[in-house]
């Protein structure tokens, strides 16, 4: 059964550095969504993506997050400049259309020092 | 911005109980979602259910959504050690597609 896939399943990072979480979306998905979730609390929506844009995105996803689909496979998500509060696990998911079901990946733990 | 409850937080319980789950909002969905999340991994899902009153049933497990469309039940049979788990459930409102997550059930099926 086609899954999402999402790499590394862990990063550690000094804050202040740039990190790239990437995602291989179900390959027959036109939709693709960032999601995370701080430790001991409720899955939070970050942004959605569509036909190579931003389509929704949360008070969450400020200037120093950002997606792209660099080729036909992956889908990623930029934080320029870690914060101590961004270590949470961050969660790919993608769906058929925007009202469809979405299948999420299983995650990647970051860690901020 | 909707607020999903979940009742109970946390529930413990011995194999061969039966248990529900409850997700409540003030607010109307235009689809609900519940999904089981373990730990360190991503949530899978479980059932959607789009129309008042709706019922479906997967084996042990039954998803019950509320005629206005405001709440919706998890109804398991038979608890099973396999059941343990990160209980979710998400909407979304009418004009939008971003489920919002409740905080989640925690289940643990005692042997």
């Known amino acids: 059964e086609p899954e999402v896939t999402q790499t590394p399943s862990h990063q550690v990072t000094q804050m202040g550095q740039e990190v790239i979480l990437r995602c291989v979306p179900i390959?027959?998905?036109?939709?693709f969504y960032w999601y995370r979730q701080i430790l001991g609390q409720k899955v939070e929506f970050l942004v959605s993506?569509?036909?190579?844009?931003?389509?929704?995105k949360s008070e969450i996803f400020d200037d120093q997050f950002s997606v792209e689909r660099p080729d036909g496979s992956n889908f990623t998500l930029k934080i320029r400049s870690t914060k101590l509060e961004d270590s949470a696990m961050y969660f790919c998911?993608?769906?058929?259309?925007?009202?469809?079901?979405?299948?999420f990946g299983p995650g990647t733990r970051l860690t901020v020092l | 911005t909707q607020l999903l409850e979940q009742s109970p937080q946390f529930l413990s319980i011995q194999e061969g109980e039966n248990l529900t789950v409850y997700c409540n909002s003030s607010?109307?969905?235009?689809?609900l979602q519940w999904y089981r999340q373990e730990p360190g991994e991503g949530p899978v899902l479980l059932v959607t259910?789009?129309?008042?009153?709706e019922v479906k049933k997967l084996k042990r497990l039954t998803f019950q959504f509320g005629d206005a469309r405001k709440d919706s039940s998890l109804h398991i049979t038979a608890a099973q050690p396999g059941d343990t788990g990160l209980y979710l459930c998400?909407?979304?409102?009418?004009?939008?597609?971003?489920?919002?997550f409740g905080r989640g059930t925690s289940l643990i099926v005692h042997p």
């Open positions: 390959s027959n998905h036109l939709y």
């Open positions: 998400a909407g979304a409102e009418r004009g939008s597609y971003i489920p919002t």
């Open positions: 993506f569509y036909n190579n844009e931003i389509s929704e």
């Open positions: 607010s109307v969905f235009s689809s």
């Open positions: 259910v789009v129309t008042g009153g």
């Open positions: 998911a993608s769906s058929t259309s925007g009202s469809d079901t979405q299948y």
